[in-house]
């Protein structure tokens, strides 16, 4: 069984004990996190479709850790003007494993 969630602006397609790395989500490593935004769910042939989410899916998951991703840096240069900046940005990630998918 597999699902299409919607987290942090992005979509994923999951299965059972998938980890992945998603957007910051509120909670403590160890807890449990509750996707309701479903927006398919697929059994092998069968297949459904929500528009936008299915009714009464859900999909469960244990939140492993909360990290940083790695240091990006944002530079910008205008040759011949004597003009830099230079900015870095670091994601906050949580690292989660699927434990179960429920689908309506």
Do not use: C, W
């Not at 927006?39 to 990290?67: C, I």
């Amino acid at each position: 069984m597999y699902a299409v969630i919607k987290t942090g602006g992005k979509q994923y397609r999951v299965a059972q004990n998938d980890v992945l790395k998603i957007e910051r989500v509120a909670g403590e490593a160890g807890g449990n996190i509750e996707f309701t935004e479903v927006l398919m769910v697929g059994t092998g042939d069968s297949v459904k479709v929500g528009m936008p989410t299915v009714a009464g899916a859900k999909v469960t998951a244990e939140l492993v850790e909360q990290s940083r991703g790695p240091k990006l840096i944002a530079f910008k240069k205008r040759r011949r003007k004597n003009s830099r900046r230079k900015k870095g940005h670091r994601q906050d990630l949580s690292t989660v494993r699927i434990t179960s998918i429920t689908g309506a």
